[in-house]
C-alpha cells in the first residue's frame, strides 16, 4: 500500500484568485491522478499525471486552469487558476499500487467566496 | 468507458451479511472489476477486485457471475465503520485507459445498529 498526505487539508480561498495543492507519496510511483469531488456528487477525473511527460488531461479540464506540476516520482501539485465559486470542491489526488489497486489521498476542501 | 450499474442506497443491520449488487452487462474481456468505498469526510478507499474467479481477502469478498455481466461485493458481518458509498468500477488492464478509473454514483450503504 501507498500512504499519501495532501497539503492544504482545507482553504478558503477569494474568487480570481489560484490555490496550488501538494500531493506527497511515501514511495516511488509512476502514475499520479487528480480527481474532483464537487459537493454530494461522485469522484470526477481531473487529470493523469505521469513523471517525466506532460499530464493527460479528461474532457472538460484544460491545462491553463488546472496546470499540474510532477517533478519526482513521490510528489505533484495540482494548480486551480482564477478560481469562481463553482471550483468549490474537495480535490483528491491517488497513485497507482503494485496490482493495478489505487490508493486516494484525503483530499483538500477548497471552498471558493 | 464501459459502465456500472449500482442501487442508489442500501440499509443493513449491524453484524449482518451485506450483499451489495453491481450490474456490468456491458463488461469486456480486459475489464477487471474494482470495488472502493468511501467514508464520510475521507478519501476512498481500495477495497478489492477481480477478473473472473471469486476472490477473497481480510475487508470483503468479490462474486463474480459466470458471465461476467454482473458482481457482487459481500461482506460478511456488516459493523457501523462500514457504512459508506460503495464504488464499482471497471479498469481496462490493457492499460488502453491510461490506467484511470471512473466513478460511477455508487451504492450508499446505512447500517442500523
Known amino acids: 500500500s501507498a500512504v499519501i498526505s495532501q497539503k492544504p487539508s482545507r482553504d478558503i480561498c477569494q474568487r480570481g484568485t489560484s490555490l496550488t495543492i501538494q500531493c506527497q507519496v511515501d514511495s516511488q510511483v509512476t502514475m499520479m491522478f487528480w480527481y474532483r469531488q464537487q459537493p454530494g456528487q461522485s469522484l470526477t477525473l481531473i487529470a493523469t499525471?505521469?513523471?517525466?511527460?506532460?499530464?493527460?488531461?479528461e474532457s472538460g479540464f484544460v491545462i491553463d486552469k488546472f496546470p499540474i506540476s510532477r517533478p519526482n516520482l513521490t510528489f505533484s501539485t495540482l494548480t486551480v487558476s482564477n478560481m469562481s465559486p463553482e471550483d468549490s470542491s474537495i480535490y483528491l489526488c491517488s497513485v497507482e499500487g503494485g496490482f493495478g489497486e489505487q490508493y486516494f489521498g484525503p483530499g483538500t476542501r477548497l471552498t471558493v467566496t | 468507458d464501459a459502465k456500472t450499474t449500482q442501487p442508489n442506497s442500501m440499509e443493513s443491520n449491524e453484524e449482518e451479511p451485506v450483499h451489495l449488487p453491481c450490474n456490468h452487462s456491458?463488461?469486456?474481456?480486459?475489464?477487471?472489476i474494482h470495488w472502493y468505498r468511501q467514508l464520510p469526510s475521507q478519501g476512498p478507499e481500495y477495497v478489492i477486485h477481480g477478473l473472473t474467479s471469486n476472490v477473497n481477502n481480510r475487508m470483503a469478498s468479490l462474486a463474480i457471475a459466470e458471465d461476467r455481466k454482473s458482481s457482487t461485493l459481500i461482506l460478511h458481518r456488516a459493523t457501523l465503520r462500514d457504512a459508506a458509498v460503495y464504488y464499482c468500477i471497471l479498469r481496462d488492464i490493457t492499460y488502453n485507459q491510461g490506467g484511470k478509473l471512473i466513478f460511477g454514483q455508487g451504492t450508499e450503504l446505512s447500517v442500523k445498529p
Open positions: 456491458t463488461i469486456s474481456g480486459t475489464d477487471y
Open positions: 499525471a505521469n513523471q517525466g511527460s506532460e499530464a493527460t488531461y
